[in-house]
């Protein structure tokens, strides 16, 4: 099997420098004793959030709960930067891109949960199938550009984790059960408490849901548990479980050409193709073990061992119903991981008058992705439990189609180190990220081709240094500005293996500031300049992705954040609020015979408007107008898709402009009890969500009331 080995960036002066900075104080003595701030590899920022020396926001439980978002993505609307595109109703396919981050498959934001990566494989395919459901987190914590040496891979752009809910001091259970129009059911249980030293979580989440077309039909079940034992004031143990089941019947990635969809732009049963036949099923189970342990009080350890398993079977017709004698035939893809991260962060004594506070971790991947192409003989039916025949052969044992099967392995090692230098109200940390990755794909089955029996080997090393310089010597307010190296590994998955991984220089400038009460700013301005960037060209015949490097790229846009509350200016029972959230990003070729086109699925203007009421006696009533630009989604950035001519030659989609609201009223009864309402696109506007397998319509008109209890 031959072995490529590619390193880049290699340690340079700068790397050399910034590793001196770092380590410099390990060297003096230990003498005083200062209260360390927590660590713990569960949490992408710290509780002390404003001494953060980047972007980043946080949507906690009670922001969820105020906003209501029928999904995931929806959530995302209220993150200035975060842009999602949807490929169902529910979000179940992720698509989250931050800043200059194409949004498809979040292949490009690294997801993590409690600190966990989530991404299918984050060294593999790191495309993501499974994101939590929001009715269990605590909150959403999204860092945003440069300062992300703590973690990697995909840090380009941006890093979104999930925290789950903690246990309570006092017993807390909540019920909540919501049902509307287009099939929308929603049910969720949550209990957590804590007994002595021993703290519970256990949440079960459930919801359902029509899908964009016709035959689709989309349902999930979620349960977590999670368990932290304060073994004594140095030690603490915490454990988690979740398993997440999806079944989702006429799924399929094969849209409607302009035609089918002026005849009628949510049917696929027009096509007489069998759709609802199609399906997808994802099984998601994630255990993690954290041990977090105060050495002294200048030093403190964070660990995680983590495994997740995805299975994800996919299963589509060839045209005709397996009643009518056709086949089908499925992409059965399964992925492992195995992982530890340990960090440690130590404060030593102060140098003159700098303080320091050094961070420094290490973390160990395994990585397993089995990518199975299996078929079945004419008139079965396949699905999850009916997977059909990998080692099919075309003409034997009356199969008229051949499987295939590929593995694919990986392994990656990365430390980091950084030191956070404050002297008065300047803190300049310097940090320095090493990532070692293996990548290998073996064929094991594909008749008729010279892959088969054969493999090859990757192997790349990065430096990818950093620096940030967080002023704080205004009244509540906090300047910050950060470079950093970071990289994506290019997907295993290509006919073209192995691809160069894509890796950019990022900075920003940004403010965030609270001086004016009432009024809450958090603003930046980023610049990327992207080597190699790794775009998804076409499709295969089934319809799955093939990745390019395309050219290098350069992105530069503003993030802005605004909240306004009228109760900091007029002693009132009610609250008038305004917020938006705003992004403006420029991503462009920079080279060849791309240059000056678009980078796909990056609009320039995307952001929303929320307009509001609260009043103190607990209720309130809020509306937002959510725009999504216009955006490419070929690299040829070829015409937007109209009313004349054909598909064959459009790549742009429209923009939209799409209002949600939600109201909520606290009863004044003994049981905390919550009546609620929610609905998006309430103007029920027909718009194209994505064109990139054909036209798939956004989500209709839906509108889902409920109850929340808590006792």
């Given at each position: 099997m031959p072995a490529n080995k590619r390193k880049v960036f290699p340690l340079h002066p700068l790397s050399f420098a910034l590793a001196l900075a770092i380590t410099a104080p390990w060297a003096q003595a230990n003498t005083l004793e200062i209260t360390l701030p927590e660590l713990d590899v569960r949490s992408l920022v710290p509780e002390s959030s404003e001494d953060v020396p980047g972007a980043f926001s946080l949507l906690t439980q009670e922001d969820l709960e105020v906003y209501r978002p029928l999904s995931l993505h929806d959530a995302f609307d209220f993150v200035p930067g975060v842009r999602t595109i949807d490929d169902d109703v529910l979000g179940l396919r992720s698509g989250i891109g931050v800043r200059g981050a194409p949004p498809r498959r979040s292949r490009k934001v690294l997801l993590l949960e409690d600190g966990t990566p989530i991404n299918n494989s984050a060294y593999l395919d790191s495309g993501a199938h499974y994101t939590p459901p929001m009715q269990r987190l605590e909150r959403i914590e999204v860092l945003k550009g440069a300062g992300q040496i703590v973690h990697g891979p995909l840090n380009n752009h941006g890093i979104i984790n999930f925290r789950n809910l903690r246990p309570s001091l006092t017993p807390e259970t909540k019920v909540e059960l919501g049902a509307g129009n287009q099939g929308n059911q929603l049910q969720h249980l949550m209990h957590r408490r804590t007994e002595g030293d021993l703290g519970l979580v256990f949440a079960y989440t459930g919801q359902k849901a029509d899908g964009t077309f016709d035959v689709e039909r989309h349902k999930f079940n979620d349960f977590y548990a999670g368990v932290e034992w304060q073994v004594n004031d140095q030690h603490e143990l915490a454990a988690s479980v979740t398993h997440f089941r999806e079944r989702s019947q006429g799924y399929d990635e094969s849209n409607l050409s302009l035609d089918q969809f002026r005849t009628d732009p949510r049917s696929k049963r027009q096509l007489n193709q069998a759709r609802e036949f199609n399906n997808i099923s994802v099984d998601?189970?994630?255990?993690?073990?954290?041990?977090?342990?105060?050495?002294?009080?200048?030093?403190?350890?964070?660990?995680?061992?983590?495994?997740?398993?995805?299975?994800?079977?996919?299963?589509?017709?060839?045209?005709?119903?397996?009643?009518?004698?056709?086949?089908?035939?499925?992409?059965?893809?399964?992925?492992?991981?195995?992982?530890?991260?340990?960090?440690?962060?130590?404060?030593?004594?102060?140098?003159?008058?700098?303080?320091?506070?050094?961070?420094?971790?290490?973390?160990?991947?395994?990585?397993?992705?089995?990518?199975?192409?299996?078929?079945?003989?004419?008139?079965?039916?396949?699905?999850?439990?009916?997977?059909?025949?990998?080692?099919?052969?075309?003409?034997?044992?009356?199969?008229?189609?051949?499987?295939?099967?590929?593995?694919?392995?990986?392994?990656?090692?990365?430390?980091?180190?950084?030191?956070?230098?404050?002297?008065?109200?300047?803190?300049?940390?310097?940090?320095?990220?090493?990532?070692?990755?293996?990548?290998?794909?073996?064929?094991?089955?594909?008749?008729?081709?010279?892959?088969?029996?054969?493999?090859?080997?990757?192997?790349?090393?990065?430096?990818?240094?950093?620096?940030?310089?967080?002023?704080?010597?205004?009244?509540?307010?906090?300047?910050?500005?950060?470079?950093?190296?970071?990289?994506?590994?290019?997907?295993?998955?290509?006919?073209?293996?192995?691809?160069?991984?894509?890796?950019?220089?990022?900075?920003?400038?940004?403010?965030?500031?609270?001086?004016?009460?009432?009024?809450?700013?958090?603003?930046?301005?980023?610049?990327?300049?992207?080597?190699?960037?790794?775009?998804?060209?076409?499709?295969?015949?089934?319809?799955?992705?093939?990745?390019?490097?395309?050219?290098?790229?350069?992105?530069?846009?503003?993030?802005?954040?605004?909240?306004?509350?009228?109760?900091?200016?007029?002693?009132?029972?009610?609250?008038?609020?305004?917020?938006?959230?705003?992004?403006?990003?420029?991503?462009?070729?920079?080279?060849?015979?791309?240059?000056?086109?678009?980078?796909?699925?990056?609009?320039?203007?995307?952001?929303?408007?929320?307009?509001?009421?609260?009043?103190?006696?607990?209720?309130?009533?809020?509306?937002?107008?959510?725009?999504?630009?216009?955006?490419?989604?070929?690299?040829?950035?070829?015409?937007?898709?109209?009313?004349?001519?054909?598909?064959?030659?459009?790549?742009?989609?429209?923009?939209?402009?799409?209002?949600s609201a939600r109201a909520s009223y606290t009863l004044p009864t003994q049981l905390d009890t919550t009546l609620w309402i929610q609905g998006r696109n309430l103007t029920n506007k027909l718009y194209i969500a994505d064109i990139q397998e054909g036209i798939r319509p956004g989500a209709a008109r839906s509108v889902m009331a409920g109850v929340t209890l808590r006792f």
């Open positions: 998601y189970t994630k255990l993690d073990l954290t041990h977090n342990f105060q050495i002294n009080d200048q030093t403190r350890l964070s660990t995680q061992a983590f495994i997740t398993d995805l299975d994800r079977p996919r299963f589509q017709t060839r045209g005709t119903s397996p009643e009518n004698n056709g086949v089908m035939e499925g992409r059965d893809r399964r992925y492992e991981t195995r992982g530890i991260d340990s960090r440690i962060e130590f404060t030593p004594q102060s140098s003159g008058s700098v303080d320091h506070q050094i961070q420094a971790g290490v973390r160990y991947e395994d990585h397993k992705f089995d990518d199975r192409r299996p078929v079945g003989r004419p008139g079965e039916a396949l699905n999850h439990s009916n997977r059909g025949n990998v080692f099919a052969r075309s003409g034997v044992e009356g199969y008229t189609r051949d499987g295939r099967f590929v593995e694919y392995r990986g392994e990656a090692f990365s430390a980091f180190a950084q030191n956070a230098m404050t002297w008065g109200d300047w803190t300049l940390t310097p940090g320095l990220r090493y990532e070692m990755f293996k990548q290998a794909m073996f064929t094991k089955y594909r008749p008729g081709s010279s892959s088969e029996g054969r493999g090859e080997k990757e192997r790349n090393e990065l430096f990818l240094p950093g620096l940030s310089l967080l002023y704080s010597g205004w009244d509540h307010t906090e300047v910050y500005a950060g470079i950093h190296r970071g990289y994506a590994p290019a997907s295993a998955r290509s006919e073209d293996f192995p691809l160069i991984p894509e890796t950019g220089i990022n900075s920003q400038l940004g403010i965030r500031s609270q001086a004016i009460t009432g009024l809450s700013l958090d603003a930046a301005l980023y610049h990327n300049r992207i080597k190699n960037t790794l775009i998804r060209n076409s499709v295969d015949s089934f319809g799955d992705a093939l990745f390019i490097n395309a050219a290098d790229s350069r992105i530069s846009g503003l993030d802005l954040g605004l909240r306004l509350d009228s109760n900091a200016f007029v002693d009132s029972p009610y609250n008038l609020f305004a917020e938006t959230a705003l992004n403006y990003t420029r991503a462009r070729f920079s080279q060849g015979a791309l240059k000056g086109n678009h980078v796909p699925e990056v609009p320039e203007w995307a952001g929303s408007l929320t307009l509001g009421v609260e009043h103190a006696q607990g209720w309130q009533l809020s509306a937002t107008w959510s725009h999504f630009g216009a955006f490419f989604t070929d690299i040829e950035n070829t015409r937007e898709l109209d009313v004349t001519g054909s598909e064959d030659d459009a790549g742009r989609v429209q923009s939209r402009t799409l209002l």
